[in-house]
Structures are given as C-alpha cells and as structure tokens.
Nanobody, 124 residues
Framework: QVQLVESGGGLVQAGGSLRLSCAAS????????MGWFRRAPGKEREFVAAITFTTRTTNYAGSVKGRFTISRDNAKNTVYLQMSALKPEDTAVYYC?????????????????WGQGTQVTVSS
C-alpha cells in the first residue's frame, strides 16, 4: 500500500522559514516525480513545486519561485520543501504527491498518489 506522509508544518511568522518533509512508502521511489501542492481556505488546490526522479529537474509556481526549494533524497524515500520568506498568503494545507515516471508536472491530474497534508500557517 502506497503511503505519503507529510510533516513539518506549523505556525510561523511572516518572513520565517519552515521545511516540510514527505516520507514515501514507494518500492521504487526513485522512479517517481514528486510534487507539492497546497490548498488555501476557500481556494482551489494549486501547484507549488515538483522534482523529477533522476535528473532532479525542478519546476516551481511563480508565486514561490526564489523562496521555496524542493529537493529529494532517494536513499531515504523522502522529498523536502524548504520554504523561506514566508508570507501570510502561503497559509494553506500542503500536500505531497507522486507521479510515476513523471516530468515534474504542475498539473495535479498527473499524480497518482497523495498524502493527507500538513497545515502551514503564516501570521502577519
């Protein structure tokens, strides 16, 4: 059974940093592109960042580019999202997702597996 478990969310002041982690129980983790999405209250889910499985090509939403960094450790079956210079508008539930042989797509439809999410709240 595939499981993606996010951690690292919490409450932080504007301008602060957080690092999210996503531990994946995928037998062939290195074959999956991994992505982060978020859903803010009253809004649709949106793409945040993604990374391919071997070349580690990355893709970012314009709203987070330069502030967030996605990375992965294939030996630990874990993907990370380092978030810096956080803004109140970054407040959302953040979800980890996996796309086998993916290309770091920004489309949620490409991802087969999803985590339960972790709450990030940025106070002003």
């Amino acid at each position: 059974q595939v499981q993606l478990v996010e951690s690292g969310g919490g409450l932080v002041q504007a301008g602060g940093s957080l690092r999210l982690s996503c531990a994946a129980s995928l037998r062939t983790f290195s074959h999956y592109a991994m992505g982060w999405f978020r859903r803010a209250p009253g809004k649709e889910r949106e793409f945040v960042a993604a990374i391919t499985f071997t070349t580690r090509t990355t893709n970012y939403a314009g709203s987070v580019k330069g502030r967030f960094t996605i990375s992965r450790d294939n030996a630990k079956n874990t993907v990370y999202l380092q978030m810096s210079a956080l803004k109140p508008e970054d407040t959302a539930v953040y979800y980890c997702a996996a796309d086998i042989y993916g290309v770091a797509s920004g489309s949620s439809e490409e991802y087969e597996h999803w985590g339960q999410g972790t709450q990030v709240t940025v106070s002003s």
